[in-house]
């Protein structure tokens, strides 16, 4: 992220891409950015599309952190015997409102064990 533009890099086998991000939604996951073949993708998705996004950004992460820890099939947080989530981030842009706000939240953990962090002061004004 910059001053005006947000952009996400994946790397699939070998082979990168770039998404611009505007203020919005986005999964970044295991199938690139809102990868509609992915059923996490369509689970969150259908879960958020009735959410109020005007809300405070303090309500809002803490409302996101509770999808992301969400298990099952179509869960978000995955423990497995080898494999699993080990981390997580929020980033909440809102470039199209007066103060142009970006802000981001880390955990270098399982969403449901987290310990969450703001890293705003990481991101361009």
């Not at 689970?43 to 959410?51: D, G, P, Y």
Request: charged share 25%; glycine share 8%; with cysteine.
């Amino acid at each position: 992220s910059d001053g005006t533009n947000s952009r996400v890099y994946a790397n699939d086998k070998g082979s990168w891409s770039v998404s611009a991000l505007s203020d919005g939604f986005y999964v970044l996951g295991n199938f690139g950015v809102n990868a509609e073949d992915d059923l996490t993708y369509r689970a969150l998705r259908e879960s958020v599309s009735h959410w109020d996004w005007d809300l405070e950004d303090n309500l809002l992460q803490q409302r996101l952190r509770e999808l992301l820890s969400s298990h099952g099939e179509a869960g978000v947080c995955v423990h497995g015997d080898r494999y699993g989530t080990r981390s997580s981030a929020i980033y909440v842009q809102r470039l199209k409102t007066r103060n142009k706000q970006k802000r981001i939240w880390i955990s270098d953990q399982a969403p449901c064990r987290a310990t969450w962090y703001e890293a705003s002061e990481m991101l361009p004004a």
